[in-house]
């Protein structure tokens, strides 16, 4: 089962950078804004947020 890195900003709480474990944080993101906060299985993220990671390398979700 594929799994995903899970990334805030502590700056925003409210949202969170997903990408494929191991993948690191994608250009767009400025790796000093954003901390690691685990890793999560994909079974427990919802199917679409799944999606957007495979088809765009990243996907962002709303935490609050």
């Given at each position: 089962?594929?799994?995903?890195?899970?990334?805030i900003?502590?700056?925003?709480?409210?949202?969170?950078?997903y990408?494929?474990?191991?993948?690191?944080?994608?250009?767009?993101?400025?790796?000093?804004?954003?901390?690691?906060?685990?890793?999560?299985?994909q079974?427990?993220?919802?199917?679409?947020?799944?999606?957007?990671?495979?088809?765009?390398?990243?996907?962002?979700?709303?935490?609050?």
């Amino acid at each position: 089962m594929q799994e995903y890195d899970h990334y805030i900003n502590p700056r925003k709480p409210t949202v969170g950078l997903y990408v494929r474990k191991g993948a690191g944080l994608p250009d767009l993101a400025d790796p000093n804004e954003w901390a690691f906060d685990g890793t999560a299985a994909q079974g427990e993220l919802p199917a679409e947020l799944v999606k957007k990671v495979e088809i765009n390398g990243h996907a962002f979700r709303d935490m609050d």
